[in-house]
C-alpha cells in the first residue's frame, strides 16, 4: 500500500521549516551554529516560530519536547495546505528514541531539591512519554486514535508501521506522523562517556576508525494519507520493514538508491556494508541534523524532498566512503525515483523506508 | 472502521501482586484476596504510607547472556512470555522458524529514572555508564526478540496506562495483515520511586487499598506486573493443529483532546474507542457478557467511564480488578485482556474488589460478588494520561 506525502514539517539544529532544511542540503554544510552545551558540541532546536502557530499564553506549561512536537506539527499542516483537520478521522502518532529527557530530569530535581512530598506534578504530566500527543491532540483538537512508540533507533520504522495499518485498515483517512527527541545534558554527559572528548564540529559518518557523532535534537513530522493530495510532490512510502538481518539479504537489486542513516558512531556505521547491494549509490545527511534515534525521520523527509526536487542531494563532504559505499558526491537528477533509506543499529537490527515518486 | 477478521489467542501469561501465573492471579481474584501494603523494594520521606501492589519475589533474566543485566520491568515481562508461551505449546525452536513480532505497552520500561546515577551526576561525581548500559538494554519489545532470537517487528508503545490495550490491538492487525505469523503482545510495568511520587504529588493516590467506583473512593494504589498473550494467524493455527483459546475480536482506540491528565468530561474518546472496537468485532452492546474496566479509583476516572459505560453498554456488568492488582500503569491493559479471556473460559466474573457504597454521582455499580455469566464476548477498556483510551473486543468463538 503507498502511503502518500502530503505535507512536511521539520525542526533542527539547521533551522526550521522545509525551506531551511533545503537550503542545508543544497549547500551540504552543517548548522552554522554548533552549540557548545559544557559536554561538547551539539544541534540545538529554537521553537521560538512556534508563536506564529500558538498564543504564547498556551505554552507556558508546555516543556521543550512537547514545543519542538508542536511546532513541527503546525509546520506539516501548513505544508500540506490543512490548517485544521478533520478530528475523528485523523490518527496522531509519534516516536522518539528517549521521550521527554529534560523533563523527566526536571522532575527528579524536584524530589532531590526538596524531598519526595514536594515532587512536581507538572513535571511528572509532562515527563510521560504521550505527553507530546496529549499536548497536540488538544491543541489541534483531535479525536481520533492516537499512539507513542519508543524503540530507541527503530522507533520510526517501527512507529511508520502502525500508520500504515491505520491507513490500510480504514481506521483513519490521514495520520499526523511525527518523531522528537530532545538533547539535555544527561545525554551530552553520556555521549562524552561513550565515545570520548573529541570536541570536533563536524560528522564524518561511515568512518570505520572514528567516533564522530555530534547529538542532534528536533522534531520531524508528515502528514500523511491515504489520498494523494493534488498539490503534493514529495511522493510516497511504498515499503516500510523492520527486523534483524540475519543471513539472507532483506534489499532486493531493484533498490538502487540509497540514504544511509549512519550517524558517526562507528560500531554501527561499520555495519552497513552487510546491507548493500552490489552497485548501489547512496547518501547520507547525517551531519546536517546531527545524531539522535530519530534520525530516519530526517532521512524520511530529505527522501521526498529529492523526489520533490527530482535530484539526490550530494552527500556532505565530511560523509566517509571507505571505497564500500559510492557515496554520492554531486547532485544526480532524479526522475522517477525510488530512495531507500536505511537504518542500522547494534546487533544487526535494521529499519527500511522506501519512498518514490507518485 | 470496516470489520477485521479476527486474530487468535493460543497462549496467556500474567504476572502481578495477585499470583505469579494467570492460575495464581484467578485464584487470587476468586478468592477476594489482596495484598496492598507499603513498597518494600523503596523507601519514601512522604510521611504517609501509600499502600502498593508489589510483586515480593523476583523474576529471573532470561538465558540469553545480554539479558543478564537488565530492567526489572524486562524480567516482569519475560516472565509472563515464558508462561505464555508454554500455555501455547511454543518452544524457543518453533519461533526461530516463524515471523514473530513482539509489540509490548510500558511506561516505566522506557523512561530513564535512575535516581542514584542522576543524583551522581548532578552532584558532579561523574557517575559510570552501568545504568546507562542496562537502560539501552532494556527496551521491553527488544529484550523479548533478543531472547528468543526474534527477527520480526518490534515496537514498545507508550501511551501511558493504556499501553498494554494498545499493544494488543496493534499486534492483532499485525496478523490480520499478514505481517506476522505470530505476535508476542501485551505490557510490562515496574514499580518505582518516580511513579509513586508522581502520582501523590497528582494527589490521586488513596493511602488505603483502593476503592474503584466507590461512592467513598479517593485515588488508585499503583500495582506492578506483566500480561502477555501469544496471537497467532489461521495459518499458523492449522498447521500446529492447536485450538485458540480466545480471539480479539475488536480494537479501538480515540483520544479525547481535552486534557493532560483528566479525562473529558463527556468521555468522548473512551465512546468513539468503543464505538469503533465494537463496529471493527461486529458485536453489540447485546452480546457482552461483561466489562473489564479500567476503574482506577480515582473521582474523575471512575465517574467518566461509569457514565459511558452506562450509556454505551447499558446493564452489562462491570468491575475493576485494580482492587487486586493495583494500577500496573503499561501493564495494566494487557492484564486486564489475561483475567479477561481467563473470566470467559471460567463462565464467572470475580468482584470489583474494594466496593461498599454506590456512588449516587455515578448511578451504576459494579459487580460486587462473583457472578455467573451466560455470553461469551467481552469488553476491556483503559484510560490514560494524555487523554487516550483503548478498548478491546475479547471472545471464546471466532464469530
Given amino acids: 500500500m503507498r502511503i502518500h506525502i502530503n505535507g512536511i514539517g521539520v525542526v533542527g539544529g539547521f533551522g526550521s521549516g522545509v525551506k531551511a532544511l533545503l537550503t542545508c542540503l543544497e549547500m551540504g554544510l552543517p548548522p552554522l551554529k554548533v552549540h557548545d552545551t559544557g559536554y561538547g558540541p551539539a544541534f540545538l532546536a529554537d521553537t521560538s516560530p512556534l508563536e506564529a502557530f500558538v498564543r504564547k499564553k498556551s505554552l507556558r506549561r508546555i516543556d521543550h519536547f512537547s514545543q519542538m512536537a508542536i511546532l513541527g506539527a503546525h509546520l506539516a499542516l501548513q505544508d500540506g495546505g490543512m490548517p485544521s483537520m478533520a478530528a475523528k478521522r485523523t490518527g496522531l502518532i509519534i516516536c522518539s528514541g528517549y521521550g521527554a ?61 502502525s500508520a500504515r495499518q491505520w491507513l490500510q485498515e480504514g481506521r483513519v483517512d490521514h495520520v499526523l506522523f511525527g518523531a522528537v527527541d530532545e538533547y539535555c545534558d544527561v545525554v551530552g ?25 555530534i547529538p542532534g535534537e528536533g522534531s520531524v513530522f508528515f502528514l500523511l494519507s491515504k489520498e494523494k493530495a493534488d498539490t503534493s510532490k514529495y511522493g510516497s512510502v511504498v515499503d516500510v520493514r523492520m527486523g534483524r538481518l540475519d543471513g539472507a539479504s532483506v534489499l532486493s537489486s531493484e533498490q538502487t538508491t540509497f540514504i544511509l ?32 534515534p530519530i534520525g530516519p525521520a530526517f532521512d524520511m523527509a530529505i527522501a ?46 535494521f529499519g527500511i523506508i522506501t519512498v518514490t515518486t507518485g | 472502521m470496516n470489520r477485521s477478521a479476527p486474530a487468535a489467542i493460543t497462549g496467556i501469561g500474567c504476572l502481578s501482586a495477585a499470583g505469579m501465573s494467570l492460575k495464581e492471579n484467578m485464584v487470587s481474584l476468586f478468592a477476594g484476596k489482596r495484598c496492598a501494603a507499603p513498597p518494600e523494594r523503596f523507601t519514601s520521606s512522604h510521611p504517609l504510607h501509600y499502600p502498593v501492589f508489589e510483586i515480593l519475589k523476583d523474576p529471573s533474566p532470561g538465558n540469553n547472556p545480554e539479558n543478564k543485566d537488565i530492567l526489572r520491568t524486562c524480567r516482569l515481562g519475560l516472565s509472563a512470555v515464558n508462561e505464555a508461551l508454554l500455555d501455547a505449546g511454543l518452544g524457543p525452536e518453533d519461533l ?56 520480526g517487528p518490534c515496537q514498545t508503545v507508550v501511551n501511558a496506562c493504556s499501553s498494554g490495550t494498545d499493544a494488543i490491538g496493534i499486534g492483532a492487525s499485525w496478523i490480520r495483515s499478514g505481517m506476522c505469523d505470530m505476535v508476542i503482545a501485551g505490557g510490562a510495568d515496574e514499580l518505582c520511586r518516580v511513579t509513586y511520587n508522581g502520582f501523590i504529588s497528582l494527589m490521586i493516590t488513596d493511602d488505603s487499598p483502593c476503592r474503584p467506583f466507590d461512592r467513598d473512593r479517593k485515588g488508585l494504589n499503583l500495582g506492578e506486573g506483566a500480561g502477555i498473550l501469544i496471537l497467532e494467524s489461521d495459518r499458523i493455527l492449522r498447521d500446529r493443529e492447536k485450538p485458540a483459546r480466545a480471539f480479539v475480536l475488536g480494537y479501538g482506540s480515540a483520544c479525547d483532546g481535552y486534557h493532560l491528565t483528566a479525562p473529558s468530561p463527556e468521555g468522548k474518546g473512551l465512546k468513539n474507542a468503543l464505538t469503533d472496537a465494537l463496529l471493527e468485532s461486529g458485536k453489540t452492546a447485546g452480546d457482552i457478557a461483561f466489562i473489564n474496566a479500567h476503574g482506577t479509583a480515582t473521582r474523575d476516572n471512575d465517574r467518566t467511564e461509569a457514565m459511558v459505560l452506562a450509556e454505551m453498554l447499558p446493564d452489562v456488568p462491570f468491575f475493576s480488578t485494580k482492587g487486586y492488582t493495583g494500577h500496573a500503569l503499561g501493564a495494566a491493559g494487557a492484564i486486564e485482556a489475561a483475567f479477561t479471556v481467563a473470566c470467559l473460559e471460567s463462565g464467572m466474573i470475580p468482584s470489583n474488589a474494594g466496593f461498599a457504597s454506590l456512588d449516587p454521582e455515578l448511578g451504576v455499580s459494579p459487580v460486587y460478588e462473583n457472578t455467573r455469566i451466560s455470553r461469551n464476548v467481552a469488553v476491556s477498556d483503559s484510560l490514560a494520561f494524555g487523554g487516550h483510551n483503548a478498548a478491546l473486543v475479547l471472545g471464546l468463538e471466532r464469530v
Fill in chain 2, 96 to 151: 526461530t522458524r516463524l515471523r514473530v513480532g513482539v509489540c509490548m505497552g510500558t511506561t516505566v520500561g522506557s523512561t530513564m529514572t535512575d535516581e542514584e546515577f542522576y543524583r551522581n551526576f548532578r552532584g558532579g561525581m561523574r557517575p559510570g555508564m552501568t545504568m546507562i548500559e542496562r537502560f539501552l538494554k532494556s527496551n521491553p519489545a527488544s529484550v523479548i526478540a533478543r531472547e528468543f532470537n526474534l527477527k
Fill in chain 1, 189 to 213: 554527559y553520556c555521549w562524552r562517556s561513550f565515545f570520548g572528548e573529541d570536541d570536533h564540529c563536524v560528522m564524518s559518518p561511515l568512518s570505520q576508525d572514528r567516533e564522530s557523532a
Fill in chain 1, 261 to 292: 542513516g549512519a550517524d558517526g558512531h562507528k560500531g554501527c556505521d561499520r555495519l552497513y556494508a552487510d546491507f548493500m547491494p552490489p552497485g548501489a549509490e547512496s547518501a547520507c545527511y547525517s551531519p546536517l541534523y546531527g545524531s539522535l
Fill in chain 1, 304 to 349: 521526498a524532498l529529492c523526489i520533490r526536487e527530482e535530484k539526490m542531494f550530494a552527500s556532505p563532504e565530511s560523509v566517509a566512503d571507505q571505497g564500500k559505499y559510492n557515496i554520492i558526491r554531486k547532485a544526480l537528477p532524479l526522475t522517477p525515483g525510488s530512495i531507500t533509506c536505511l537504518k542500522v543499529a547494534k546487533d544487526y537490527e
Fill in chain 1, 101 to 161: 529527557s529534560r523533563t523527566t530530569f526536571s522532575f527528579l530535581d524536584s524530589v532531590i531539591n526538596d524531598g519526595d512530598a514536594c515532587a512536581s506534578p507538572t513535571s511528572f504530566s509532562n515527563s510521560v512519554h504521550n505527553a507530546a500527543a496529549g499536548h497536540l491532540s488538544i491543541l489541534l483538537k483531535l479525536g481520533g486514535p492516537s499512539l507513542t512508540v519508543s524503540q530507541f533507533e527503530m522507533s520510526v520504522p517501527s512507529a511508520l508501521l
